[in-house]
């Protein structure tokens, strides 16, 4: 699980930089997120899913793909409905659908020697990257917050 802060201008997820942080100053909110490896049979290549921990109403991600996760060798169909909404479901995975063992193993090598970081999908900013950015400043300026 990563702790990601919520920067919302614009809306995106980077890493919360620790104790002195300074979005978690500025009072941006922070969320704990399953990262997950996925097959994508589509594209043929392994994609991280992420999954929000804080949502558990019944239309989240999380709560449908842990039900999801039960059923034996099945392809798991997630739809976005909105922000927080997803339809999930499942259906037996069928002969002309095939994964790649080659590219999942090499995956699989890959996150065991510590040679990719999954958390890589969300940026990482210095609080001195993010203190140059307008948005942070005004919210730096109307907070008295200098660094």
Do not use: W
Not at 16 to 23: A, K, S, Y
Not at 74 to 96: F, M
């Amino acid at each position: 699980m990563t702790k990601i802060a919520v920067f919302r201008q614009p809306r995106s997820y980077v890493h919360c930089n620790g104790d002195g942080c300074l979005l978690c100053k500025l009072g941006y909110k922070t969320d704990d997120i399953f990262l997950m490896p996925i097959f994508d049979l589509i594209d043929h290549k392994v994609v991280i899913l992420s999954v929000r921990k804080a949502n558990s109403s019944p239309k989240a991600l999380r709560p449908q793909l842990m039900a999801a996760l039960k059923a034996p060798k099945s392809l798991i169909e997630i739809n976005r409905i909105d922000n927080i909404n997803y339809t999930v479901s499942t259906r037996p995975l069928s002969e002309n659908l095939k994964s790649d063992p080659d590219k999942i193993n090499a995956f699989v090598d890959a996150y065991n020697n510590e040679t990719i970081d999954i958390s890589e999908v969300y940026p990482r900013m210095t609080d001195e990257f993010l203190s140059t950015l307008s948005t942070i400043q005004k919210r730096m300026a109307a907070k008295g917050i200098t660094s």
